[in-house]
T-cell receptor, first 113, second 114 residues
Framework: AQTVTQSQPEMSVQEAETVTLSCTYD???????LFWYKQPPSRQMILVIR??????QNATENRFSVNFQKAAKSFSLKISDSQLGDAAMYFC??????????FGKGTRLHILP | KAGVTQTPRYLIKTRGQQVTLSCSPI?????VSWYQQTPGQGLQFLFE???????NKGNFPGRFSGRQFSNSRSEMNVSTLELGDSALYLC?????????????FGEGSRLTVL
């Protein structure tokens, strides 16, 4: 069965600094999708970034980028120039073509002013 | 464009009761999925519906059930409530069922079981 592991329950970063959130997953599939979702305090969860496994190029969305290592089954999220509004719970998620989406347990990110 | 709407936002029940939660997806979205969020277990998939058919199901007991109507609105029901069912229940909608489709989440229904 597929699993998603986020080994850092909580992290803190100074405003304007860079932080990397870790995510590893386990699957025997070759075709799948990976996501990072953000859940701000008392607000709706939103998609931050997604990656198709067949694409070798790492996805980037403004200050957010991923380091996708398919062989190592690793999918980390890098946030550059951290801002106060980045404070949230971040969930890594995996989905193959036809199956349910699986989330990690989340990493709570604190931004220190 | 209206987002995903979940009702009620908060509710308190006692053990043994049942509860029904409602989710209205974004207009045009035909896929609706449900999740249970707790501090200890994170976000766990309950089930997913597409065009009124359950397409995927998570590892939850039969007390948890759901359905989707022809207008894509969805409901989930939990019968014989247990203390451990206290959680934030999130609904998400998507245009497509599979693959890289982005999930759009509602604000959730926070259930407290006493």
């Amino acid at each position: 069965a597929q699993t998603v592991t986020q080994s850092q329950p909580e992290m803190s970063v100074q405003e304007a600094e860079t932080v990397t959130l870790s995510c590893t997953y386990d699957t025997s599939e070759s075709d799948y999708y990976l996501f990072w979702y953000k859940q701000p305090p008392s607000r709706q969860m939103i998609l931050v970034i997604r990656q198709e496994a067949y694409k070798q190029q790492n996805a980037t969305e403004n200050r957010f980028s991923v380091n996708f290592q398919k062989a190592a089954k690793s999918f980390s999220l890098k946030i550059s120039d951290s801002q106060l509004g980045d404070a949230a719970m971040y969930f890594c998620a995996y989905r193959n073509r036809d199956d349910k989406i699986i989330f990690g347990k989340g990493t709570r990110l604190h931004i220190l002013p | 464009k209206a987002g995903v709407t979940q009702t009620p936002r908060y509710l308190i029940k006692t053990r043994g009761q049942q509860v029904t939660l409602s989710c209205s997806p974004i207009s045009g979205h035909r896929s609706v999925s449900w999740y249970q969020q707790t501090p200890g277990q994170g976000l766990q998939f309950l089930f997913e519906y597409f065009s009124e058919t359950q397409r995927n199901k998570g590892n939850f007991p039969g007390r948890f059930s759901g359905r989707q109507f022809s207008n894509s609105r969805s409901e989930m029901n939990v019968s014989t409530l247990e203390l451990g069912d206290s959680a934030l229940y999130l609904c998400a909608s998507s245009r497509v069922l599979t693959g890289p489709g982005e999930l759009f989440f509602g604000e959730g229904s926070r259930l407290t079981v006493l």
